[in-house]
C-alpha cells in the first residue's frame, strides 16, 4: 500500500454552509491519496447505501467539492507515475512486465505508450531485476518475472526520470 496526504482545501465558498453572516468560518478537508491492491481493498459500508467503486471517469456528482478533489488527487498520481517507483508500492514483489503496463494504462489510459516502448524504456533504467523465472497465463510463452531492485534504483531517486 502506498499513502501521501495530497492537499489541504480549505478556500473560501467550498461548502454552502458558509454564509456571510459566518465571518472567519472556514470548512478545511485534509486529503489523502492511498494505492491499494483492488483485491485486497475493502469497502466497510454497513447500514450505508452509496458506496461503492467507480471508475475514475464514471464517477457521480460529489458533494461540495469533492470531484475537484479526486481530480487534483488523480492528476497528482499520473504526474508522479512519470517520475517515481510509486507503481512497485503496489504490484507484487514478483511481476510480469504486463502487470506493470497495465497498471500505468489503468491509470493514464490506453493510449500513453506502446508497449514495445515502455518496455525497452524501462529496462534500459536497471532497476528491474530479472527473477530467471517464468509464469505462464494461457496461451503463448511465458513470461518473464521481475522485482524492482530499490539499491539499483537509488543512485537515480533524486534525478529527474521519465518513466514512460
Same mark, same amino acid.
Do not use: C
Given at each position: 500500500?502506498?499513502?501521501?496526504?495530497?492537499?489541504?482545501?480549505?478556500?473560501?465558498?467550498?461548502?454552502?454552509?458558509?454564509?456571510?453572516?459566518?465571518?472567519?468560518?472556514?470548512?478545511?478537508?485534509?486529503?489523502?491519496?492511498?494505492?491499494?491492491?483492488?483485491?485486497?481493498?475493502?469497502?466497510?459500508?454497513?447500514?450505508?447505501?452509496?458506496?461503492?467503486?467507480?471508475?475514475?471517469?464514471?464517477?457521480?456528482?460529489?458533494?461540495?467539492?469533492?470531484?475537484?478533489?479526486?481530480?487534483? $488527487?488523480?492528476? +497528482?498520481?499520473?504526474?508522479?507515475?512519470?517520475?517515481?517507483?510509486? =507503481? /512497485?508500492?503496489? *504490484?507484487? %514483489?514478483?511481476?510480469?512486465?504486463?502487470?506493470?503496463?497495465?497498471?500505468?494504462?489503468?491509470?493514464?489510459?490506453?493510449?500513453?505508450?506502446?508497449?514495445?516502448?515502455?518496455?525497452?524504456?524501462?529496462?534500459?533504467?536497471?532497476?528491474?531485476?530479472?527473477?530467471?523465472?517464468?509464469?505462464?497465463? $494461457?496461451?503463448? +510463452?511465458?513470461?518473464?518475472?521481475?522485482?524492482?531492485?530499490?539499491? =539499483? /534504483?537509488?543512485? *537515480?531517486? %533524486?534525478?529527474?526520470?521519465?518513466?514512460?
Amino acid at each position: 500500500m502506498y499513502l501521501e496526504q495530497l492537499y489541504t482545501f480549505g478556500g473560501p465558498g467550498r461548502d454552502p454552509r458558509e454564509s456571510p453572516e459566518s465571518f472567519g468560518v472556514r470548512y478545511l478537508s485534509v486529503s489523502y491519496f492511498a494505492l491499494v491492491r483492488f483485491e485486497e481493498a475493502q469497502l466497510i459500508a454497513e447500514g450505508v447505501s452509496g458506496i461503492a467503486w467507480y471508475p475514475v471517469n464514471q464517477l457521480p456528482k460529489l458533494a461540495f467539492d469533492h470531484n475537484q478533489i479526486l481530480e487534483y $488527487g488523480y492528476r +497528482r498520481l499520473r504526474n508522479k507515475l512519470e517520475y517515481s517507483p510509486v =507503481a /512497485f508500492d503496489v *504490484l507484487p %514483489d514478483l511481476f510480469t512486465l504486463s502487470d506493470l503496463y497495465q497498471l500505468y494504462t489503468t491509470v493514464l489510459g490506453e493510449n500513453f505508450s506502446d508497449y514495445s516502448n515502455f518496455r525497452t524504456r524501462l529496462l534500459k533504467l536497471g532497476f528491474l531485476a530479472d527473477t530467471g523465472l517464468k509464469v505462464s497465463r $494461457g496461451a503463448g +510463452r511465458p513470461a518473464s518475472l521481475y522485482r524492482f531492485d530499490a539499491e =539499483a /534504483f537509488a543512485p *537515480l531517486k %533524486d534525478k529527474p526520470l521519465v518513466f514512460i
